[in-house]
């Protein structure tokens, strides 16, 4: 499972970010009510930070399209896209601005998680996020088991760090922000130790794998022991 971590608005919680693991760095650039704000000089200024292979993320609520040419300018991978949009201006902004595109899907109920749909063959990645914008509540993350495994799944929603290893099967990638933070400013410890357990996550799942395969090949390493008796028996 990779990591989105969202709202930094200082250039030592990015290079934190970066230095420890960040899959993505996420900013919020035009929701002035969220005290995760940042305005344009500061968005440039932290996404001017050396990213390496981390992938840098404007956040949005329904973006005008003056917003949109003048964060595209910025050093930006993804729009992450909240709002009300449909798949045609989904389709127009990710051409238009040559950038990928986070689908956020807002949560209330079971029944708003097949709103996917509409843009399962635009949106790079579709995330799954709780109703309230300004403050982030918990919804059943169980929800997205019907969701197919061709679609990339981001979960987001006041995500509770102890619950890290049951995400991990559900989605392929975790945005948390409000968790990492101490008096509403993200924490460089709670960053760091995040980003450890998301490793550690990572390293068992290999291992996982690893054993699968192992077993499997033995498996097949038996039969074909047994095929080959069984031939030269018959000589």
Not at 78 to 106: C, D, L, R, T
């Amino acid at each position: 499972m990779k990591a989105k971590i969202c709202g930094l608005s200082t250039a030592e919680q990015v290079q934190a970010s970066i230095d420890y693991g960040a899959d993505f760095c996420g900013f919020i650039l035009n929701y002035p009510k969220s005290h995760r704000f940042i305005n344009f000089d500061k968005a440039k200024e932290l996404t001017n930070v050396e990213k390496k292979n981390t992938k840098y993320v404007a956040v949005l609520v329904d973006p005008k399209d003056k917003e949109l040419e003048k964060f595209s300018k910025l050093n930006i991978d993804y729009f992450q896209i909240y709002g009300n949009h449909n798949s045609e201006s989904i389709s127009n902004i990710k051409s238009k601005f040559n950038k990928k595109i986070i689908v956020a899907i807002q949560v209330k109920n079971e029944k708003d998680i097949l709103n996917y749909k509409e843009f399962k063959n635009i949106a790079d990645i579709v995330l799954w996020d709780s109703s309230g914008l300004e403050h982030s509540l918990e919804w059943n993350y169980n929800w997205i088991k019907s969701v197919p495994k061709n679609i990339t799944k981001m979960i987001a929603g006041n995500i509770n760090i102890d619950k890290l290893e049951k995400i991990s099967k559900l989605a392929d990638i975790v945005d948390v922000s409000g968790a990492l933070e101490t008096n509403k400013v993200k924490d460089i410890l709670k960053i760091k130790n995040f980003l450890k357990n998301i490793k550690k996550l990572l390293a068992k799942s290999h291992q996982r794998i690893f054993r699968r395969f192992t077993k499997l090949t033995f498996g097949y390493h038996r039969v074909w022991l047994k095929l080959i008796k069984s031939l030269i028996m018959k000589v």
